[in-house]
């Protein structure tokens, strides 16, 4: 667990304000959290409509694992308000918690106490991920797959299981089918990683097309960056060869610093189109809506975070990722 991730989750959520007063807003009185990038973005955001626009559909259900194996980058942060904004306008979308640590679950508000049906038992029990999907209640059509704290003996469990780095992919090939033959299909299926590169993380890449990555935007930003890519590589080869790393997103980026532009435009140098022109500023608010279980986008809708995110999310539903994977029109 990284440093600097929150504590785990049963012992201190869900926090309820006593007042709806007393939740802090950055959308009357912007805070100096503020940036140019953000400013530009809230700009963006309403002058295309906010969230009344309908994005439109990808040809074929998405698979994004969200990954970077350095800890507290904003992995889960950017898993759940990319999903809450593509499921705000109008698409279908699952988030599948695969970190113990449980985070995603618990910004999405569903349970995950241990015993709970959870990605563990279709992992390690081999049940079918349909009895584990919890609908996201603040949401319509976002969904969830919690992860319990029994995940965390599951990279062990797995070692010794049949085609251990397959389970998810099964799991998720099932259920795709069944709800697309049901006429509910999903239009993206993003997975929540831990910050390591061990089974979990490897059922994730095996299970999907897209490899999307945030990087944080500070010193050592790329640090590891060349281990994630060689073992997106490796699965490529090996196991996968339909991964590829579609996107990449810049976060908590702070305007005010010289050294945030420099890893920005690092990133931009080596990683060009794949990085999106949106970059999440660092925003009081988005740290503070897990701790409420919600998303930025439902806490504090005209916050900064909550607009990049939105627009981020803009961006990917309007990029084509792979020729077959492009937009419907
Ligand atoms: N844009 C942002 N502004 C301010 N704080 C942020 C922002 N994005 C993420 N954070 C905070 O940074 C911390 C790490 O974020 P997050 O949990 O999303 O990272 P992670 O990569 O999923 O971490 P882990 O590797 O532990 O899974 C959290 O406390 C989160 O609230
Ligand atoms: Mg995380």
């Not at 809506?289 to 995110?309: C, E, F, N, R």
């Amino acid at each position: 667990m990284s440093e600097d991730s929150p504590t785990p989750t049963e012992m201190v959520y869900p926090l309820t304000p006593a007042d709806p007063a007393d939740v802090s807003r950055e959308t009357s009185a912007p805070a100096d959290d503020e940036t140019p990038i953000a400013a530009a973005a809230a700009a963006a955001a309403r002058i295309r409509g906010g969230r009344t626009e309908v994005w439109p559909r990808p040809r074929h259900t998405r698979i994004l694992t969200v990954a970077n194996q350095k800890g507290g980058v904003g992995k889960t942060t950017t898993t759940v308000n990319v999903a809450a904004a593509l499921a705000m306008h109008g698409l279908r979308v699952l988030v599948i918690d695969l970190d113990p640590q449980g985070n995603a679950s618990t910004a999405l508000a569903v349970p995950h106490h241990a015993g709970e049906p959870s990605v563990y038992e279709v992992l390690v029990e081999g049940e079918p991920l349909s009895s584990a999907v919890h609908a996201v209640e603040a949401i319509a059509g976002l969904d969830c797959v919690p992860a319990t704290i029994d995940l965390a003996g599951a990279e062990i469990e797995l070692v010794s299981l049949v085609a251990r780095e397959s389970r998810l992919q099964r799991a998720l090939t099932a259920l795709l089918r069944d709800s697309e033959s049901a006429g509910r299909r999903y239009d993206y299926v993003f997975v929540d990683c831990p910050p390591s590169l061990g089974l979990l993380t490897i059922n994730a890449f095996v299970a999907a097309q897209e490899v999307f990555i945030p990087i944080q935007c500070e010193y050592y930003a790329l640090e590891g960056l060349g281990q994630l890519m060689r073992n997106v590589e490796l699965i490529q080869s090996h196991l996968n060869p339909d991964l590829a790393v579609s996107t990449i997103v810049l976060t908590m980026y702070d305007g005010r610093t010289r050294l945030a532009a420099q890893v920005a435009d690092e990133v931009r140098k080596h990683f060009g189109g794949l990085v999106l022109d949106t970059a999440i500023p660092r925003s009081v608010r988005v740290s503070e809506a897990p701790s409420y279980s919600q998303t930025v986008l439902t806490y504090d809708p005209g916050s900064s975070g909550a607009l990049s995110y939105l627009e981020a999310a803009r961006e990917m539903a309007h990029r084509a990722s792979t020729p077959e994977g492009g937009a419907s029109t």
